[in-house]
């Protein structure tokens, strides 16, 4: 079956960077959109970065300029690099995609990955 895997969590100071990973598999035939998620304890999930499959972007406003998603179409991967990173950046981090496989196309499905935790500290 169908799974997205994250990569690349984990401790870092405050201005460090991070860079995250997350990795389709099973039978995909095609991955229109790519998300990046995070929720921290006691709030709501944040919908963070956004890629479609022209590689158009869109951020939320509190890490624009500092994270850029990016993504390899033919690797089913992507990735979200985080820079100047903030105590309150600190969050599970999940990666989402919208999914079709060959018996399913054109339709496709929403996959998460089970999350990878981001903590900012010094």
């Known amino acids: 079956q169908v799974q997205l895997v994250e990569s690349g969590g984990g401790v870092v100071q405050p201005g460090g960077s991070l860079r995250l990973s997350c990795t389709g598999s099973?039978?995909?035939?095609?991955?229109?959109?790519m998300r990046w998620y995070r929720q921290a304890p006691g709030k709501e999930r944040e919908l963070v970065a956004t890629?479609?499959?022209?590689?158009?972007?869109s951020y939320v406003d509190s890490v624009a300029g500092r994270f850029a998603i990016s993504r390899d179409n033919a690797r089913n991967t992507g990735w979200l690099q985080m820079n100047s990173l903030k105590p309150e950046d600190t969050a599970v981090y999940l990666c989402?995609?919208?999914?079709?496989?060959?018996?399913?196309?054109?339709?496709?499905?929403?996959?998460w990955g089970q999350g990878t935790q981001v903590t900012v500290s010094s």
């Open positions: 099973g039978p995909i035939y095609r991955i229109s959109v």
């Open positions: 890629i479609t499959d022209g590689w158009k972007t």
């Open positions: 989402n995609a919208d999914i079709s496989t060959r018996s399913e196309w054109p339709s496709h499905v929403g996959y």
